[in-house]
T-cell receptor, first 112, second 115 residues
Framework: QKEVEQNSGPLSVPEGAIASLNCTYS??????FFWYRQYSGKSPELIMS????GDKEDGRFTAQLNKASQYVSLLIRDSQPSDSATYLC????????????FGRGTSLIVHP | DAGVIQSPRHEVTEMGQEVTLRCKPI?????LFWYRQTMMRGLELLIY????????DSGMPEDRFSAKMPNASFSTLKIQPSEPRDSAVYFC?????????????FGSGTRLTVV
């Protein structure tokens, strides 16, 4: 069973702080990694993808990948109340159907 | 493009009734996915299509569930008969490539309540 694990939270941070969201995966052969944001009552939307070890920055978002330790993280700098949402980690595992496996998500609350 | 369009947005039905959920993918997206989301199990893949052909339906919970894609612009997910445990949000998503390297575009979802 290929698994993607996330702490369900909620993770509560003050406005302006850095929010750190983590995700671990079981399949060492995983190739591609994605972060989706899902506002309450809405559908998931892709915000970041990362394929190589290291950091990838996009505005206030930074995705970090460490394949040796089998984890991927998402950092949100200068967190805003509008960042309050559930963040889903998705991992494209090796072999088989090449369909990403989604984690159950971490709820983030940014309070003023 | 209007994005992935799902209907209805909400559906309340009685146990035993047939439910049909509808989806129109983004034009040009060759892959269409049906997901179900619950608090307990998160986002689960039910079935996906490539060029209107069902590729993997191993996530379909049981024979009460069926899905079709008669053409590139329309897909249905049918539950017959429905049960209370089918209550969930059902998402349709489409993408240009199987692995979602360009990301999946999700529809707004159908919130199904079976009473």
């Amino acid at each position: 069973q290929k698994e993607v694990e996330q702490n369900s939270g909620p993770l509560s941070v003050p406005e302006g702080a850095i929010a750190s969201l983590n995700c671990t995966y079981s399949d060492r052969g995983s190739q591609s990694f994605f972060w989706y944001r899902q506002y309450s009552g809405k559908s998931p939307e892709l915000i970041m993808s990362i394929y190589s070890n290291g950091d990838k920055e996009d505005g206030r978002f930074t995705a970090q990948l460490n394949k040796a330790s089998q984890y991927v993280s998402l950092l949100i700098r200068d967190s805003q109340p509008s960042d309050s949402a559930t963040y889903l980690c998705a991992v494209l595992t090796s072999g088989g159907s090449y369909i990403p496996t989604f984690g159950r998500g971490t709820s983030l609350i940014v309070h003023p | 493009d209007a994005g992935v369009i799902q209907s209805p947005r909400h559906e309340v039905t009685e146990m035993g009734q047939e439910v049909t959920l509808r989806c129109k993918p983004i034009s040009g997206h060759d892959y269409l996915f049906w997901y179900r989301q619950t608090m307990m199990r998160g986002l689960e893949l039910l079935i996906y299509f490539n060029n209107n052909v069902p590729i993997d339906d191993s996530g379909m919970p049981e024979d009460r569930f069926s899905a079709k894609m008669p053409n590139a612009s329309f897909s249905t997910l049918k539950i017959q008969p429905s049960e209370p445990r089918d209550s969930a949000v059902y998402f349709c998503a489409s993408t240009q490539d199987q692995g979602g390297l360009y990301g999946y575009t999700f529809g707004s979802g159908t919130r199904l309540t079976v009473v």
